[in-house]
């Protein structure tokens, strides 16, 4: 286990020397998406005027409030809540996120799947995951909102956030094939057996 402190944007060698269970915590800038928004871009055919190109994405879609523009609100938006969504539904985004825009991490809970464990390890990416419930927290390590992009989608839209030391985040799936979700499931799996069998129960 180490922890990272990653400025970004982040190399390929970077991500790659992520393992399960390390820590990162993230600095600079931060990009919030969310279903709408990747529907948008992948579905419709939508560009975005921002350069993902190792970045990290979080599934949000943020509780914000509109502001006049001004130095410490330049995106006419004040944060209020911005909070973390479940990833699942998200899954069959990771690879375009990935191949087309050249994301390397993303933040989110709940895991994501094998479709996404297979685009980390051929192109370098990992999952890190925040625990659900922590919406207060995860808004003070938000300096300001940048800018936003496709803002008809608010507050799905695509959200250009500056942050200050963001996390510590789990490397929760990593581009070597590991990932915690396997794990729980096939203790699980395991434990349930064991419970069956001293019950007498055959599967």
Same mark, same amino acid.
């Given at each position: 286990m180490a922890h990272h402190d990653l400025p970004m944007p982040v190399s390929e060698a970077q991500v790659r020397a992520l393992r399960v269970n390390d820590t990162v915590t993230l600095q600079g800038t931060l990009f919030g998406i969310r279903d709408a928004t990747q529907i948008h871009m992948f579905d419709r055919g939508r560009q975005t005027r921002f350069d993902l190109r190792g970045h990290a994405v979080i599934h949000?879609?943020?509780? #914000?409030?509109? #502001?006049?523009?001004?130095? $410490?609100? @330049? $995106? +006419?938006? $004040?944060? #209020?809540?911005? +909070?973390?969504?479940?990833? !699942?539904?998200?899954?069959?985004?990771?690879?375009?996120l990935m191949t087309q825009n050249g994301v390397r991490l993303i933040v989110g809970k709940g895991g994501l799947r094998e479709a996404s464990a297979q685009a980390f390890a051929e192109l370098g990416g990992a999952y890190l995951a925040i625990v659900g419930g922590t $919406?207060?927290?995860?808004?003070?390590?938000?300096?300001?909102?940048?800018? #936003? !992009?496709?803002? !008809?989608?608010? @507050?799905?839209?695509?959200?250009?956030?500056?942050i200050r030391d963001f996390g510590p985040l789990l490397v929760a799936m990593d581009s070597h094939g590991g990932s915690l979700y396997n794990v729980v499931r096939d203790n699980a799996q395991a434990r349930r057996a064991q419970v069956l069998a001293g019950l007498g129960v055959t599967t």
């Open positions: 949000t879609a943020p509780n #914000v409030k509109k #502001v006049p523009p001004s130095d $410490a609100h @330049p $995106a +006419g938006y $004040a944060p #209020v809540c911005i +909070g973390t969504t479940t990833s !699942d539904r998200m899954e069959r985004f990771t690879r375009p $919406a207060a927290l995860e808004t003070t390590w938000i300096e300001r909102i940048e800018a #936003v !992009d496709m803002d !008809d989608l608010n @507050p799905e839209s695509l959200w250009q956030f500056r």
